[in-house]
């Protein structure tokens, strides 16, 4: 039975199965999640709050001492802060791009005139958007339509010098192949992504896409008031969603 009320909490699909356990199934990405997700509401305050000590990157642990709160509700503001993060994200990609994924073969044009070696693997490019990147994900739903990207917009690729590196996710055999002259500081881009996910200690490897969205988001945004009153936004909305999902 295939249900259509409720989005993935990943890919935001809205095709599920119901398991025999009564937890569903994503249709398209076969993410296995609950229906129920039982999040205590927030108050302005307290939201207010929580977004700070997520822009800071302040640990789930002190984050609820700080907060009074649980560190595993902390953890699930977390992850559904990042998922609304993920899902704006590539929404914003496709709308600009006409897909969120780009096609492999991309990549091995660029890592034979790199020669960046045969056992090289792509995870994503990075796309000019204006004097912003925006992120293109090599892996992702084969249905999703593909990015109409030209090559002069494609700044450069982050690979993995094997598939080793790549299924570890090995940050210190994962790098970044320049395509474009750097006009506004761009290249630095692995390098501050990784010294964003390392301060994670490996807890960015089960949903490496939701955290390099993430590492987009702040990189693209430099003024710590207008990300907070955005990332305050997207929060107020997700939850406002999610407990709509649980009252009906």
Known sequence: MIMKEICCPVCSGRRH?????????CADCRKKFS????????SQETMKMFVQSFWRMTSASAAAENLGMNSKTVQKYYDLLRRALHSELKKTA????????????????AAERKCLGRGAEPLLCLVRADRNIS???????????VAA??????YGWIYAVDRDALDSLNL???HYSQELPDEYGHSSFWVYAKKGLVRYHGGFRKHFHLFMREMEFRFN????KVALSWLTNVLQAKTLHEQELIND
């Open 94 to 109: 496709k709308e600009r791009f006409g897909g969120s994924r780009v096609a492999p073969g991309r990549f091995r044009e």
């Open 149 to 154: 990207v030209a090559d002069k917009d494609i």
């Open 221 to 224: 945004n430099h003024d710590e």
């Open 17 to 25: 199965y119901i398991l025999k356990d009564n937890r569903l199934q």
């Open 35 to 42: 229906a129920e997700k039982h999040l205590i509401k927030l």
């Open 172 to 174: 210190d055999r994962i």
């Open 135 to 145: 992120l293109l994900f090599v892996q992702g739903d084969p249905e999703e339509e």
